[in-house]
């Protein structure tokens, strides 16, 4: 399905789905080193997310795709160390990063571990040091790789907000008493997600397929109808089935 907001590419499987989703991510790496740019991309966490790195290491190896111009940042992390079970770092760093060798000053991982304030600080300084192209006033990610929520939430940004998350400028910010555990996150901003390149949401499991219907609709109130109303270059993998 394809309107002007989004492309719905369907699959059967979650194996699926991360298997074209990783395939199209290395396409997407090796055409910029091919032109000799950085390929600027945003991490998520979730277990469709871990089927995807698995893929891509695999895949990596098979067409020995070269990731040495490629940043890594993150669309959202909890406040905790990064060994902890629950950092998106922690997933990322064992399935990915280590198999596939990245050197640290390519990866640009969020601080759960120190002053939540202080780490969105960091973070952005990382973050605009690295991506230098703007789009009203935001950094401009090559690519940022998003989850769904049961909920409709994206990154670390939920139904609910106050207008404050909202309207946040900052490329990042600090997110309190989340509905999910822990309840302490970092989180790109809606607009910093919105002046990213392209954007690419990997939606997993029927039990999502209602947040997924009320994004799809041009009048949906949850985060994820909130990103894709502002942003028109966006693919959706999905094994969900819509009614």
């Known amino acids: ?3 002007n907001n989004f492309e719905l590419i369907s699959f059967a499987s979650p194996d699926a789905l991360a298997r074209a989703a990783a395939t199209a991510w290395l396409d997407e790496i090796e055409s910029a080193s091919r032109d000799g740019k950085i390929h600027s991309v945003a991490l998520s966490g979730g277990r469709v997310t871990q089927k995807f790195f698995a893929d891509a290491v695999e895949l990596a190896k098979t067409r020995k795709t070269s990731f040495n111009q490629v940043h890594f940042f993150w669309a959202d992390e909890r406040c ?9 770092f922690k997933m990322a760093n064992e ?14 991982r969020l601080r759960g571990e120190i002053s939540p304030a202080e780490a969105v600080k960091i973070a952005e300084a990382e973050l605009r040091q690295i991506v230098t192209a703007e ?8 690519l940022i790789l998003l989850g769904m929520g049961e909920d409709g939430h994206v990154a670390s940004l939920f139904p609910g907000a106050t207008q404050q998350i909202l309207d946040t400028t900052a490329p990042f910010l600090v997110i309190e008493n989340s509905p999910k555990p822990p309840p302490t996150r970092i989180s790109l901003s809606y607009a910093s ?7 690419w949401v990997l939606a997993s499991g029927n039990g999502k397929a209602a947040a997924l219907h009320e994004s799809l609709d041009s009048k949906g109130k949850n985060p994820l109808a909130r990103v894709i109303q502002a942003h ?3 693919k959706i993998y999905s094994d969900i089935t819509l009614i």
């Not at 905790?80 to 998106?88: C, H, K, Q, Y």
């Not at 198999?99 to 990866?107: D, G, M, R, V, Y």
């Not at 789009?135 to 090559?142: A, F, M, R």
């Open 135 to 142: 789009k009203n006033g935001q950094p401009v990610l090559d």
């Open 232 to 234: 028109s270059q966006i």
């Open 1 to 3: 399905m394809m309107t």
């Open 95 to 108: 399935l990915l990063f280590a198999p596939l060798k990245i050197a640290e000053n390519q990866i640009h």
């Open 193 to 199: 997600i919105a002046a990213a390149k392209t954007i």
């Open 80 to 88: 905790v160390p990064p060994t902890d079970a629950e950092s998106n």
